[in-house]
């Protein structure tokens, strides 16, 4: 069997101190994570940031940063996790537009609302994107680099 990690992309968004949340139900259970969702195939990883979070929450995100990239293995699933964290603005949501299956709600939520909701978050990535972003950490979006498939070489 081939390992291959799962890539993943999470919008870390605040506003006046409280920050865009995704309440969701996976595997039967209520959890809380940012908005985020898998890269797809062609896709650079600032848009899958920005369409996970129009998709989950109905929140246009305009990226600004890279938070950190975090590499988390699930200790349920054996599933490893390479997931890109962004920070940045959201402008005023799209009031028709439906959330993707699943999600239960967006919420904007204080630092001590999540904290208190511990043991319902998706994963430590939740905390520790949170954390990185409050110590200020934030890197240039032009770390990123997308290399077209028919760019010659």
Same mark, same amino acid.
């Given at each position: 069997m081939q390992w291959k990690p799962r890539v993943t992309v999470a919008a870390v968004a605040e506003r006046n101190g409280r920050f865009l949340m995704v309440e969701e139900i996976v595997a039967g259970r209520t959890v809380f994570n940012q908005p985020a969702g898998h890269l797809e195939d062609g896709e650079s990883l600032v848009?899958?940031?920005?369409?996970?979070?129009?998709?989950?929450?109905?929140?246009?995100?305009?990226?600004?940063?890279?938070?950190?990239?975090?590499?988390?293995?699930?200790? *349920?699933? *054996?599933?490893?996790?390479l997931r890109a964290t962004f920070c940045g603005r959201c402008s005023a949501p799209a009031r028709t537009r439906e959330l993707d299956t699943g999600i239960v709600a967006a919420h904007w939520l204080s630092l001590e609302e999540i904290q208190? *909701? *511990?043991?319902?978050l998706r994963s430590p990535l939740v905390l520790q994107s949170l954390r990185d972003h409050a110590q200020g950490k934030r890197y240039p979006l032009e770390l990123l680099i997308d290399i077209d498939g028919s760019t010659p070489p």
């Open positions: 848009a899958a940031v920005v369409r996970e979070c129009l998709e989950e929450t109905a929140w246009q995100f305009e990226p600004e940063a890279l938070v950190g990239i975090y590499r988390w293995r699930s200790p *349920r699933r *054996r599933d490893t996790f208190a *909701r *511990r043991s319902q």
